[in-house]
């Protein structure tokens, strides 16, 4: 997953994050980021996926 980077400098792009919560603004930070990119791109079996999810905090304990 590479993100489209050609209007990072479009202050229109970024309107709704005054309206973004806490989870949204994580995520469009976690995209952007060259080692996650790196990580996500490499990660071709379940076993990779989970430990992908694992180094990047997105793994949640399930509720009980």
Do not use: H
């Amino acid at each position: 997953m590479k993100p489209d980077t050609s209007q990072w400098c479009d202050p229109q792009a970024y309107a709704f994050v005054k309206g973004a919560a806490a989870d949204e603004i994580a995520w469009e930070f976690l995209r952007r980021n060259p080692q996650y990119q790196r990580d996500f791109a490499a990660s071709r079996s379940a076993k990779a996926m989970r430990a992908l999810r694992k180094r990047w905090g997105l793994q949640f304990r399930r509720q009980a």
